[in-house]
């Protein structure tokens, strides 16, 4: 088959030009309170759309290693946060942690670290949404029975006047997967294909 500049252009344009990475909207739902509010999300600046790993298992038969489909993972799954002067959204995360696991200096009572803020009790989720290029929603991810792991840094700088940022590593148990409908341009959620 011969290669044709044309046909590549007319495949591209007819999927709306490929795929935006800055085309996106993410929706992190906590818990009760440590939920972000519609202006923090809208300050996550970066983030992926989750990976899932099949990890091989190795096993020997007649002194040759035969690889079979193992076990599927889920990596953490981190996001970029632009950090506004009330720090709300970073408040939201510190408040989670601590009713995950206690106070900083580890101290655990009723709301923060104890037996009523089991992990089960603690545990969010996010959607992340693909958009197209008109506008409307063409995928969606919704990444299930999350929590936080780590709350980066934020650099400070005398030399710098750019916004401050960090990041938030969520660890989770998995993943669902929507796709849009072909009658309208809502998006239809699917059970998880594992």
């Known amino acids: 088959m011969a290669f044709s500049v044309t046909s590549f252009k007319t495949n591209l344009a007819s999927g709306g030009g490929g ?43 007649m002194g040759r290693a035969i690889k079979m489909p193992g076990f599927r993972t889920f990596d953490t799954w981190t996001v970029t946060v632009l950090n506004d002067e009330d720090m ?69 700088d005398w030399s710098s006047d750019a916004i401050e940022e960090y990041t938030v590593a969520f660890a989770f148990d998995y993943w669902s997967h929507g796709t849009k409908t072909k009658s309208n341009d809502k998006v239809s959620k699917k059970a998880p294909s594992f």
Not at 32 to 59: E, R
Not at 115 to 138: C, H, R, Y
């Open 19 to 61: 795929a935006r990475p800055s085309l996106y909207t993410i929706d992190i739902n906590g818990p009760s309170t440590y939920s972000f509010s519609a202006n923090s999300n809208i300050l996550v600046k970066a983030a992926a759309i989750p990976a899932s790993t099949i990890a091989p298992l190795t096993t020997n038969y």
């Open 88 to 156: 709300s959204a970073r408040e939201t995360i510190m408040k989670w942690m601590r009713a995950i696991a206690g106070t900083l200096q580890g101290n655990r009572d009723g709301t923060s670290g104890g037996p009523a803020n089991s992990l089960t009790k603690s545990e969010g989720d996010a959607t992340v949404t693909q958009m197209g290029v008109k506008g409307t929603a063409t995928q969606t991810w919704k990444v299930h029975q999350m929590w936080p792991t780590e709350l980066g840094e934020i650099g400070l």
